[in-house]
């Protein structure tokens, strides 16, 4: 390849790569809570049109069935937008729209159900499931993302600085099970015990919800709500790495 052909390149894929980056950062569409919202709960949606009202059209017939005005516009510092507020609070009908900017932009599908949020609810705790150490994740269970167990970690070695005299370092102890942190397989006390204490606390809170969710997790319908048995997965680890000093 000669230097004009190179050059000719560079040039080319430079151009490609900046209109590709300005298409990310520079579109009309219209954000919002892409799940949806809850009939009594507020509702808002951000938009870069220059426009001054929009529409909400029914997401399978087209039928619009909302009509409302932007608020006035302010600068976003964070993407350099000018943007406006479209509040549609007061539109309480369940369904599944689309919002529209009358000059031109729209959002992703969203719903108005009240239960809107109950599969998000279930999936944050299933992928705590879906992060055990130690067991392995059968079909059953885990579908397609089903695995051998990782990790035994019965044969973890006490470093110098959790050492004490009926545990000198370099002993062996066995701390099975917990969920991994991240892709590094690593498993922590605090992120753990973080999220034990916001379960047992949403439990706590509202356990009607709980008490009916069906996580399909190996203990799912032994009389304790999934939640829990989730939580307790992750405590039984925790009790391994106390010193029994």
Do not use: C
């Not at 499931?129 to 579908?143: D, K, Q, W």
């Amino acid at each position: 390849m000669n230097i004009r052909t190179a050059l000719k390149l560079t040039i080319a894929f430079t151009f490609l790569f900046s209109v590709a980056a300005f298409s990310q950062s520079a579109n009309n569409m219209v954000k919002l809570n892409q799940l949806g919202f809850y009939p009594e709960a507020p509702k808002v949606a951000i938009s870069p049109s220059s426009s001054t009202s929009f529409h909400i059209r029914n997401a399978t017939d087209g039928t619009v069935v909302y009509q409302g005005e932007f608020s006035v516009s302010r600068n976003y510092s964070l993407s350099g937008e000018q943007v406006k507020v479209a509040d549609f609070s007061d539109f309480k009908t369940p369904g599944e729209y689309v919002l529209y900017a009358d000059g031109g932009g729209k959002s992703y599908p969203f719903s108005i159900e009240n239960n809107v949020f109950g599969e998000l609810s279930k999936g944050l705790t299933k992928a705590l499931y879906f992060n055990r150490a130690s067991v392995p994740l059968t079909e059953e269970y885990a579908g397609e993302w089903a695995r051998a167990a990782g990790h035994p970690d019965n044969q973890v070695i006490i470093h110098p600085s959790a050492a004490t005299d009926n545990r000198p370092a370099g002993s062996r102890i066995s701390s099975p099970g917990g969920w991994y942190d991240a892709g590094d397989f690593n498993k922590y006390v605090v992120p753990i015990s973080s999220s034990i204490n916001h379960m047992l606390f949403a439990y706590e809170q509202f356990p009607e919800y709980f008490n009916d969710q069906d996580l399909n997790i190996p203990e799912s319908g032994d009389n304790v709500p999934d939640v829990l048995d989730e939580a307790a997965f992750a405590l039984r680890w925790l009790f391994t790495m106390q010193d029994p000093d």
